[in-house]
Structure formats: structure tokens, C-alpha cells
């Protein structure tokens, strides 16, 4: 009887083994647990702290003019569905906050840091779905067809910015900026979104590889390595204003050269 007794177990060992068994299923799980799981909780996480730091940025400098909520005001458009990539044209190039209201707001040396604005892209990009921010992948010229980018600029946007992106005049006080000096990835997210006058060339309307394309003929075109086989390129404006000039100019000399002999001979006959 007393082997029996020292046999039986205490009513709590069941319960201590069953707490043993979740500790170890726990710690099993969570060390054999797909790796995956665990990067997109810490994105989600990091997400969720971007749009908030982005949100209080936005607070301050973005919703006098467009509300509290990016509804948009009298002073500025609706944010909601403008997408990252809007953002970070906006506020990269400085065009952000605008100093002043007018026909169209210049490019300017932009005062959020680059963390900072991808916070504010963040919170804007929450408020509805947009064009995302594009991967270097995406706008990297490297490897582009140059010529294909070419043609697709000459076709889209010369009529604006001129056939080698040295900008232009529009209507009511706007113009085409020059695109000699924007970054990569400016230039891309200006096709996608359409920022100012410009049309948006979403990848339903022109493909990825496309604006990939144009981003490298405008690097390559605007290079120091670029040649010019005409010389003087009179602003890239092509054949129109290089006729123009030679007309005034070289009709013009032309002109004062026949006035000059004829002054000439009508002085050797009088003489």
C-alpha cells in the first residue's frame, strides 16, 4: 500500500505538464515560425510610426492650406488619393510648402529632409490609395533604350518642355520647367502623378519600362558627354528657332552687306 501511495501523483502535476507542453509549443512556434511573418509585423509597425511622425508634420505645415484632414480648402487641393509618390515630388523638389499663391509654384530648395518626407508621403498615401514612391529599379537609367525614350518624348512631352527638356513658356503666367537638373526619380514620379499642367502617365497609359526609357534619353541628351552636331543649340528649341535665327541674322547680314556695295559702287561712279 505505501508503494502505491508514493506512486500517486500530486493533482497538480497535470496541470503543471499541460503549461510545460504551451511553453514549449510556444517557444517552438516562435523559433520555427516563418520569417516572413515576423518582417511584416515590424513593417506594419514601422508603417504605423511613419504615418503618425508623418501626420504630425502634416499638422504643421500642410493642413493651413489643405485641411486638417487633406480635404482640400480654398488655399489647396484634395490630398486624398494624390498617392506617396505625389508627396515626395512635391516636397522634394521644395514646390512644397509654397511660399505664395500663384499660377504655379517653382522649384525651390526644399526644407524636409528625406526621412521626413517619406513620413508625410506615409500619412498622405493613407488617406486614400495612390501612385507608391518608385523603386530605384523602377527610374534607373541604367540598361534603358535610350532611343526608344527618346521617341516617346519627342511624341508626349516636347510640345511643353522642347525636344531636349530645356523647358518653355505656357499660358497665363505657367511654363515647363527644365528637366536638365531633376533627379531620376522626380522625373519618373512627374509621369506618374502629373503634377502642375502636366497629364499623368499612369502604367495603364504608359508602361514602366517607357518612362524608364525617357528618363535615360533626358540624362543622356543633357549630359556633359552630349554633343550637339549643329553647334549652338539655341536652348534645344530645334529646326523652328534655329530657321529663325538664320533668317534674322543671316538674311539680315546678307541684307547689310548688298546695302554696303551698293554704297560702294554709287560712290566710285560719282567720284
Not at 163 to 172: I, K, M, P, R, V
Not at 182 to 196: C, F, L, N, R
Request: aromatic share 8%.
Amino acid at each position: 500500500m505505501k508503494k502505491l501511495s508514493a506512486r500517486r501523483r500530486h493533482p497538480l502535476a497535470a496541470l503543471v505538464v499541460l503549461l510545460f507542453a504551451l511553453a514549449a509549443t510556444g517557444g517552438l512556434y516562435a523559433a520555427f515560425a516563418p520569417a516572413g511573418e515576423a518582417k511584416a509585423d515590424q513593417e506594419k509597425s514601422s508603417q504605423s510610426l511613419a504615418i503618425d511622425e508623418g501626420k504630425k508634420l502634416y499638422a504643421t505645415g500642410c493642413s493651413s492650406c489643405h485641411g486638417t484632414g487633406g480635404q482640400g480648402t480654398s488655399d489647396g487641393p484634395s490630398l486624398v488619393g494624390v498617392g506617396a509618390a505625389a508627396v515626395d515630388f512635391q516636397v522634394g523638389t521644395g514646390r512644397m510648402p509654397a511660399q505664395q499663391q500663384g499660377p504655379q509654384a517653382p522649384k525651390k530648395k526644399k526644407i524636409y529632409s528625406q526621412d521626413e518626407i517619406n513620413q508625410l508621403a506615409a500619412y498622405v498615401a493613407s488617406l486614400g490609395s495612390g501612385p507608391s514612391q518608385p523603386t530605384k529599379g523602377q527610374y534607373d537609367p541604367n540598361g534603358a533604350d535610350v532611343a526608344n525614350g527618346g521617341e516617346l518624348f519627342r511624341t508626349n512631352c516636347a510640345q511643353c518642355h522642347n525636344f531636349t527638356g530645356e523647358g518653355g513658356a505656357l499660358t497665363h503666367g505657367k511654363f515647363a520647367p527644365d528637366l536638365g537638373d531633376v533627379d531620376s526619380k522626380h522625373i519618373y514620379e512627374a509621369m506618374q502623378t502629373g503634377p502642375q499642367n502636366m497629364p499623368s502617365f499612369p502604367d495603364t497609359v504608359m508602361p514602366e519600362k517607357d518612362k524608364k526609357d525617357i528618363v535615360a534619353y533626358l540624362k543622356t541628351v543633357n549630359s556633359d558627354k552630349s554633343e550637339s552636331p549643329g553647334g549652338f543649340k539655341l536652348g534645344g528649341f530645334g529646326p523652328v528657332a534655329e530657321g529663325m535665327f538664320a533668317w534674322v541674322f543671316g538674311i539680315g547680314a546678307l541684307v547689310g552687306v548688298a546695302v554696303w556695295v551698293a554704297a560702294r559702287t554709287a560712290k566710285a561712279k560719282k567720284s
